[in-house]
Antibody, heavy 122, light 111 residues
Framework: EVQLLESGGGLVQPGDSLRLSCAAS????????MAWVRQAPGKGLEWVSS????????SYGDSVKGRFAISRDNSKNTVSLQMNSLRAEDTAIYYC???????????????WGQGILVTVSS | QSVLTQPPSVSGAPGQRVTISCTGS?????????VHWYQQLPGAAPKLLIY???NRPSGVPDRFSGSKSATSASLAITGLQAEDEADYYC???????????FGGGTKLTVL
């Protein structure tokens, strides 16, 4: 059974940093690209960042580019999101998600974690 | 504003059929890119419902179906049940943005 378990969320002040982690199990982690998707309170889904299976290529949404960094450790089956210079508008539930699909432009999210709340407020 | 446009809400009585549209542009759906659909029950994480336009993952009832044409896609739900009440999101890739895009979401209410 595929499981994705996020950790590291919490309440931080604007300008602070926070690191989210996602522990994966139940599938061959090093085979699949992974992503972070977020959902602000009462709002829709927003893709945040992706990393391919090897970790060699990453991509980011415009709203987080230059502030967030995604990484993975295939030996530990974990993917992380380092979030710097946090803003109030980064307040959201952050979901770790597993990709599936033939090529990057066809990728979709076939499994999701339960999500973790990040609150940025003074 | 979302890159993919969905109606904010739809509703139907138990047993009825409803459709949810997802309209894109020439840089995403119109470019031939696949559309995927997710169901988010209240208080839960999203769940994959339809992938690559019309494919259902194992375990998804055949009451759910997807279609795609030109610059839009649709999710149809037949034989509406109370447990279908949820938010539904479409998703694709956008060449101009170089990233993955979602619709704004549609809230389905079962009357």
């Amino acid at each position: 059974e595929v499981q994705l378990l996020e950790s590291g969320g919490g309440l931080v002040q604007p300008g602070d940093s926070l690191r989210l982690s996602c522990a994966a199990s139940g599938f061959s982690f090093s085979t699949y690209a992974m992503a972070w998707v977020r959902q602000a309170p009462g709002k829709g889904l927003e893709w945040v960042s992706s990393i391919i299976n090897s970790g060699m290529t990453t991509s980011y949404g415009d709203s987080v580019k230059g502030r967030f960094a995604i990484s993975r450790d295939n030996s530990k089956n974990t993917v992380s999101l380092q979030m710097n210079s946090l803003r109030a508008e980064d307040t959201a539930i952050y979901y770790c998600a597993k990709y599936r699909g033939l090529h990057a432009s066809a990728w979709f999210f076939d499994y999701w974690g339960q999500g973790i709340l990040v609150t940025v407020s003074s | 504003q979302s890159v993919l446009t969905q109606p904010p809400s739809v509703s139907g009585a138990p047993g009825q059929r409803v459709t949810i549209s997802c309209t894109g542009s020439s840089s995403n759906i119109g470019a031939g890119l696949d559309v995927h659909w997710y169901q988010q029950l209240p208080g839960a994480a999203p769940k994959l419902l339809i992938y690559a336009n019309y494919n259902r993952p194992s375990g998804v009832p055949d009451r759910f179906s997807g279609s795609k044409s030109a610059t839009s896609a649709s999710l149809a739900i037949t034989g509406l049940q109370a447990e279908d009440e949820a938010d539904y999101y479409c998703q694709s890739y956008d060449f101009n943005l170089g990233g993955y895009v979602f619709g704004g979401g549609t809230k389905l209410t079962v009357l």
